[in-house]
């Protein structure tokens, strides 16, 4: 019970060392590169990636998983983040702070699909 209770705050570490990694890269996209939001994004998307797999398969659910059903989760909270973007930017949010909010929303869902069909 204690190790399944831990989950959700593993899940919530590993998240936000993988968000951290995501934005950082998307600021140094849009700051120092001059990239537009949607390819700073798709490049931040693919680091971080990388981060939250190796992550969640070592530390949150100690167990492989399967790679390509969590790409698909990731696929999907990609396109859920974009469509957040779109919204948020034509509602005139500067492109930092649309980024940021979009990309803060998605875990939930993530987190309920990588429980319930990733790493079960």
């Keep these: 019970m204690a190790k399944s209770a831990g989950k ?3 899940f919530a570490l590993v998240g936000a060392a993988a968000t951290l990694v995501h934005m950082a890269v998307a600021t ?5 590169c001059s990239w537009p939001a949607y390819p700073a994004n798709l490049g931040a998307f693919l680091v971080a990636f990388g981060v939250s ?10 167990r492989a998983g399967s790679p390509w ?3 698909l989760v990731a696929l999907a909270g990609f396109g ?4 957040l973007l779109t919204g948020l930017l034509a509602w005139g949010v500067p492109p930092l702070y649309a980024l940021l909010a979009a990309t803060a929303l998605v875990p939930v869902f993530s987190y309920l699909l990588s429980s319930l ?4």
């Design 8 to 10: 959700p705050l593993r």
């Design 28 to 32: 140094l996209l849009l700051g120092l």
């Design 53 to 62: 797999y190796l992550g969640h398969r070592h530390i949150t659910f100690a």
């Design 69 to 71: 059903r969590f790409l």
């Design 80 to 83: 859920l983040n974009n469509l």
């Design 117 to 120: 069909w990733v790493f079960r």
